[in-house]
């Protein structure tokens, strides 16, 4: 991951990652730059005055999709007496633009020697994260007498980054420069328009529909102060909660993807810097947290993800007739099938979680047009469940790749290597089964039988489902329950063992219903017990586990996503309670990251620490944890459709003072909500 003092401004799969001074140089592991279509665009880009670097005063992060960076000349010191003064004002829109701003404070005039130096290695994103840049194809760069063309193809793949400024500059194949004179108190100033372009086979253009430079930082912003009026207002005496909410609709607005074949309609990209795309999981888990405050999400994401959904056997991109995308890929490793991810099916919770979020969002929405629309790819996907998911024959979704080169090990969310383990440590064999895949086919057999039954007309259809849904959750119940431990294994291997290590996962298997209501008690004191809870939140794996660590990726650390859903369903089953302890803990944490909650942070008890620790290589933004403070509003406020309204249920932490949220969009119009937090009678002074 980039330091942590990189700047970031970004319009859905465009993005710039720069040091603090605006300046870029990229190396083949740094994921600096200027980005597009999971290709690198510009890799170097420094600005020189008289052949001398320039140090950062400050910059303005003035809104996601533009920065601005005040310099001098020279290196930092204590004090500077600097005669000029240079801006550096940037925007992304699809494209980049830079305008350059020199003032001459000195009592005489000066001449001045301006460079940009410009440079492409037109990396792919898989390559920069696997920090291999292995380049197959031509690089080249052709400097005419208005513009940088700086070029790179490999057959009929080709990518361009075309630079040209406002004012003449002399052009060569590692930049552009001006010679310029100012007199005293006389300002300079330029424009330089980058723009990308991605030729894909047959010689089209993917880069269709850019904004014109003169226009696209004024739509930028109408289109953000439009996003941010039409969703809910939430005005809130806790100061921090609301900021933090802006600082969600913002960053939300910021991650809005168009998928080239969507003509402007947009989904949520997965996070800033290497899941600027569209995730099945990711997208459909965010459309589920936000369904509140921005519905028109949701309706787009299981559109594309149904018209992408699976339709054969292709073991290089773990294909199956009915499943639900992974990832989708636009870049040159993808292209030339050196990824998968063109598009890419390994995961296995995105095709029952599509079916959960279809009826959750016509139960807020009342779109039966788009349960009609999606019938056929809803059966498909519960066909998938049933007869391709099921690798041992017993019931329960499995996981084992097809592709052993390049295809994902772990397909649940906890995808990294090492999340699924025994009690001992050590990793069980493939195939694998995890608890909360099994709580989401439940959840989205009983969640299909509604629609069937409402609106597509097939009440038998409906019947079996619950039938089959009854059946998993007693077979559920039997095979996965952990005697000695009171919990509900991570996951089973193909002989039928338990993975009898206590994890968050038993948090999501309260939200999908699937829990005894008899156990659902002894869950609840797990999550927010000293071994899963640190205090900031649940962690991922419980402290004393053999593979605890605190700052382990899947084993130890703080989701907040993971937390918002375990919220959700702690309110479910009636433990209000234990989800507003768990609201508050994030919502705290959330002071620390200035309102933008990271993917991850340390697990570390909150005694020790007194702050989240940062989590190193954690994406910020990333869409879940965006949407994770809207989901804890609704969990905190009981958000409930029901029978077409809106039912409201507030359980506030305590201390969280007075909330309300008005204009909730939904089948019944738009409403308010209200709510007030507890009295800590023990802090009270007589």
């Not at 292209?335 to 969002?361: C, I, K, M, N, R």
């Not at 080169?405 to 694998?432: A, I, V």
Request: charge should be negative.
């Amino acid at each position: 991951m980039a330091a942590s003092n990189t700047i970031r401004i970004l319009d859905g799969n465009t993005f710039v990652v720069s040091e603090d001074t605006g300046d870029i140089e990229a190396t083949p592991s740094e994921p600096t730059g200027l980005f597009s279509l999971d290709t690198r665009f510009l890799s170097k880009w420094v600005l020189t005055v008289n052949g001398e670097r320039l140090n950062a005063l400050s910059y303005d992060d003035l809104q996601y999709y533009e920065a601005r960076f005040f310099l001098v000349p020279g290196m930092a010191t204590h004090y500077i007496d600097a005669k000029l003064s240079i801006i550096r004002e940037r925007a992304v829109g699809g494209s980049f633009r830079e305008t350059l701003t020199i003032l001459n404070h000195d009592e005489k005039a000066v001449d001045l020697e301006i460079r940009m130096d410009a440079g492409a290695d037109f990396a792919d994103l898989f390559q920069v994260k696997d920090e291999i840049l292995n380049k197959k194809g031509e690089i080249y760069a052709e400097a005419e007498t208005d513009r940088l063309r700086l070029g790179y193809r490999r057959g009929n793949f080709r990518r361009e980054t075309v630079i040209a400024a406002s004012r003449p500059a002399r052009y060569d194949r590692n930049g552009f420069a001006w010679s310029i004179h100012l007199e005293p108190n006389e300002q300079w100033d330029t424009a330089i328009d980058v723009q990308t372009h991605a030729v894909g086979p047959g010689g089209r253009d993917l880069r269709m529909g850019l904004r014109a430079h003169g226009t696209e930082r004024l739509a930028l912003q109408h289109d953000l102060e439009q996003w941010v009026a039409k969703a809910p207002k939430v005005n809130t005496e806790h100061e921090q909660l609301a900021s933090t909410y802006r600082r969600s609709l913002i960053d939300l607005a910021a991650l809005r993807f168009s998928p080239l074949s969507l003509g402007g309609q947009t989904l949520p990209a997965a996070g800033l810097p290497w899941f600027m795309t569209m995730f099945g999981r990711d997208s459909i888990f965010t459309c589920l947290q936000v369904l509140p405050f921005a519905p028109e999400m949701s309706k787009t994401t299981l559109r594309i993800l149904g018209a992408l959904q699976g339709t054969r056997f292709d073991d290089f991109r773990d294909e199956d007739p009915g499943r639900i995308l992974h990832e989708m890929r636009y870049g040159e490793t993808a292209a030339f099938e050196e990824q998968p991810h063109s598009p890419y099916y390994g995961s296995v919770d995105a095709t029952p979680l599509f079916l959960v979020l279809l009826d959750e969002y016509e139960k807020w929405s009342g779109d039966v047009a788009l349960v009609k629309e999606l019938e056929k790819e809803c059966r498909a996907a519960l066909k998938w469940i049933d007869d391709y998911a099921d690798l041992v024959g017993n019931g329960y979704i499995w996981y084992e790749r097809r592709n052993t080169d390049t295809g994902l090990e772990n397909q649940c969310w906890k995808d990294s290597w090492d999340s699924l383990s025994y009690s001992d440590g050590t990793l069980p064999p493939f195939p694998r089964a995890t608890c909360e895949v099994q709580g989401y086919a439940y959840d989205a057999k009983m969640r299909a039988a509604r629609l069937a039954r409402e609106f597509w007309g097939d009440p038998a259809y409906a019947d079996q489902l619950e039938r089959e849904a009854a059946q998993l959750k007693e077979r559920f119940n039997r095979d996965w329950w952990v005697d000695d431990g009171g919990f509900y294994a991570l996951g089973l291997d193909p002989n039928g063992q338990q993975c009898d290590v206590l994890s968050s996962n038993i948090g999501h298997l309260l939200w999908s219903g699937i829990v005894d209501d008899d156990r659902a008690a002894q869950i609840a004191a797990h999550l927010v017990g000293p071994r899963l809870f640190s205090g900031w939140g649940v962690r991922t794996l419980a402290e004393g586990e053999v593979r605890y660590n605190p700052i382990g990726y899947h084993n130890g650390t703080i989701w907040p996503f993971d937390n918002s859903f375990i919220a959700w369903g702690l309110r479910r089953y009636g433990f209000a309670e234990e989800a507003a302890t768990i609201a508050n803990g994030i919502l705290d944490a959330a002071r620390y990251f200035d309102g933008r909650l990271p993917e991850a942070f340390g697990g570390y008890q909150r005694e020790l620490t007194k702050f989240p620790v940062e989590y190193p290589t954690a994406c910020s933004p990333q869409a879940w944890s965006t949407g994770t403070p809207l989901l804890l509003i609704r969990t905190m406020l009981g958000l409930e459709p029901h029978e077409g309204h809106l039912a409201v249920d507030p359980r506030l932490p305590v201390g969280m003072g007075r909330i309300e949220v008005l204009d909730i969009p939904g089948r019944w119009g738009r409403v308010d909500a209200f709510a007030r937090g507890r009295i800590d009678l023990h802090n009270l002074v007589d």
